[in-house]
């Protein structure tokens, strides 16, 4: 069974970066037709979608966010990470890393409350 495990601090000051690593066991992110994803929601609002990274190692990422947004790998470790640039008090949410084939498996980690404060 895959199971994502989120990780990183839960208070950045505002116009810092947000860094947050999803550690995958049970699979290997390199795994053909999985894609990796980050999804956030912001306290009292829907699920907004980040970003994602594909088993080939490219990137994707909302047009909303783009400018700030990277989502890395480290396939020895078994990771992918984001790195969230800039970051204001509108950030603050509870971050979620994310797996899914084209099969259907979708697999989800608990999720990581990040507030953006000074």
Sequence with gaps: QVQLQESGPGLVKPSQTLSLTCTVSGGSITTSYYAWSWIRQPPGRGLEW???????????????????????????????????????????????CAGHSELGDDYWGQGTQVTVSS
């Excluded at 020895?76 to 640039?85: D, G, I, M, P, W």
Aim: net charge positive; proline share 4%.
């Design 50 to 96: 980040v970003g994602v990274i594909i088993y080939d190692g490219s990137a994707y990422y909302s047009p909303s966010l783009k400018s700030r947004t990277s989502i890395s790998r480290d396939t020895f470790k078994n990771q992918f990470s984001l790195q969230l640039r800039s970051v204001t008090p509108e950030d603050t949410a509870v971050y979620y």
